[in-house]
């Protein structure tokens, strides 16, 4: 991605009438970027990804799809699991307590990220429900979880989630 990122950049400050234009860089590219640092066990990979998120309309001039929106909300549901992993099983009820503030925290985030994504006026798809779904049950934060799944069930077309998102549902 940086030796891409530089190449885009060094084109648009190319002072030739070709590079005037915005760089082209095709949108599945950025998206399979964003995935795979979502995916990535990188120790920084949520920051990477928010990066990368960013550069879409500065750089590539191109407005985030729902694939992109979806990265963000993977990563940030990934950045729980590490954090989860990170701080132990200690039986201490401050870390307890500790820990669960920062899983309301990543799943306000992720709710954050749905609704920007609504603003912008990319509609959440089956995976962006799914990813939102499997985080609130693993992040233990179940008052969230009746009410938005009353909402996605009452909805014209509910988003038929995947077989590992309703086993967690029980």
Known sequence: YTALLEQVRAGSTDSSPEAQAS??????????????????????????????????????ALSPDVHAYNALLEATSRGLAATSRNTGSDSDSNSYSSRNEERAEKVKNMLQILQAMENAGVAPDDTSYAILLDTIVRARQ???????????????TPPSLPPRVLRRLG
């Open 23 to 60: 760089p082209k860089v095709p949108r599945i590219v950025l998206d399979a970027i964003l995935l795979a640092l979502a995916r990535s066990n990188s120790p920084d990979a949520e920051a990477r990804v928010f990066g990368v998120f960013a550069e879409y309309p500065q750089t590539f």
């Open 142 to 156: 179940q008052q969230l979880l009746y009410p938005l799944l009353g909402s996605l069930l009452s909805s014209a």
